[in-house]
């Protein structure tokens, strides 16, 4: 079977990894809009997400040889809980993280 020109797959790739990004972001919006956290419970939450990022990042750089090889969508799963569970601990509403946008 014949494969597409690496420009489509590299432009297919982009495509997909924005797209994965930006599913992500509005999952973390609604999550943390529809909590019943004060503005520094949501501050907290925000600073985890953003250490975990830099660690995905970090390992990214350091382990991907092909970004196809490289799991984004479950990392991204693994950080939206980990910032679900806190806005449990912290009091929010579980409301917003049940469902998708």
Not at 5 to 23: A, H, I, M, W, Y
Not at 62 to 84: C, H, K, S, W
């Amino acid at each position: 079977m014949e494969q597409p020109p690496k420009s489509e797959q590299r432009e297919f790739s982009e495509t997909s990894l924005v797209g994965t990004l930006l599913e992500f972001h509005e999952r973390v919006v609604h999550l943390l809009r529809g909590s019943s956290l004060d503005a520094n419970s949501k501050l907290r939450v925000y600073e985890r997400i953003h250490s975990l990022m830099d660690q995905l990042n970090d390992e990214f750089k350091q382990e991907v040889t092909d970004p196809r090889d490289f799991d984004l969508t479950g990392r991204l799963e693994f950080i939206y809980n980990e910032a679900t569970k806190i806005v449990e601990e912290l009091g929010g509403d579980r409301q917003a993280s049940d469902s998708k946008p």
